[in-house]
T-cell receptor, first 115, second 115 residues
Framework: AQSVTQLGSHVSVSEGALVLLRCNYS??????LFWYVQYPNQGLQLLLKYTSAATLVKGINDFEAEFKKSETSFHLTKPSAHMSDAAEYFC?????????????FGTGTRLTIIP | GAVVSQHPSWVICKSGTSVKIECRSL??????MFWYRQFPKQSLMLMATSNEGSKATYEQGVEKDKFLINHASLTLSTLTVTSAHPEDSSFYIC???????????FGQGTRLTVV
């Protein structure tokens, strides 16, 4: 069965520092991969999506993620953290035809930004 | 991006009563809608998939008689939690995809508290 593992349920970084949120998936074939952000009591907002077009995916708010097949990873990074980045981040995977169905989510990483 | 709206955003109900949550696609026709459940500090778990005009497909372990899903139109799906109990208290989130869409759009979620 497909699964997603997010290493670190909590990550704290200083404002202006590099953000690195880790995500690994288990699969014998490349899936569709997603990163979502969730602010308190809100739904999910798509940050970026990997669809096999390019291994380095750029998303909104200067976030990007790199698909590494050899490592089965899809880590999320941002060069300089901003206070507004404090939120819960979810990595997700899909094996549907268009990558938009039956998402399997990781357990999430809560990002805290230290002033 | 497309907009998916859930109503209500929060609801408190008495144990034993039923609660209906609405999920609407405001600017596109949603051929498929998904209902997720999120327990505190946990990830989203897919409950069911509903296609317009068809019976919903429930994930293993989800009671279809307790969580009634109706997708009667291309812009509206409803989730009814019947005979709610405190353990049903959770954050319920819907997502929707439309014809040709490659992205699932999420609602803002509904926080249900059963007392």
């Amino acid at each position: 069965a497909q699964s997603v593992t997010q290493l670190g349920s909590h990550v704290s970084v200083s404002e202006g520092a590099l953000v690195l949120l880790r995500c690994n998936y288990s699969s014998s074939v490349p899936p569709y991969l997603f990163w979502y952000v969730q602010y308190p009591n809100q739904g999910l907002q798509l940050l970026l999506k990997y669809t096999s077009a390019a291994t380095l995916v750029k998303g909104i708010n200067d976030f990007e993620a790199e698909f590494k097949k050899s490592e089965t990873s899809f880590h999320l990074t941002k060069p300089s953290a901003h206070m507004s980045d404090a939120a819960e981040y979810f990595c997700a995977v899909s094996f549907s035809n268009f990558g938009n169905e039956k998402l399997t989510f990781g357990t999430g990483t809560r990002l805290t930004i230290i002033p | 991006g497309a907009v998916v709206s859930q109503h209500p955003s929060w609801v408190i109900c008495k144990s034993g009563t039923s609660v209906k949550i609405e999920c609407r696609s405001l600017d596109f026709q949603a051929t498929t809608m998904f209902w997720y459940r999120q327990f505190p500090k946990q990830s989203l778990m897919l409950m069911a998939t509903s296609n317009e005009g068809s019976k919903a497909t429930y994930e293993q372990g989800v009671e279809k008689d307790k969580f009634l899903i109706n997708h009667a139109s291309l812009t509206l799906s409803t989730l009814t939690v019947t005979s709610a109990h405190p353990e049903d208290s959770s954050f319920y989130i819907c997502s929707a995809i439309g014809t040709g869409n490659t992205e699932a759009f999420f609602g803002q979620g509904t926080r249900l508290t059963v007392v």
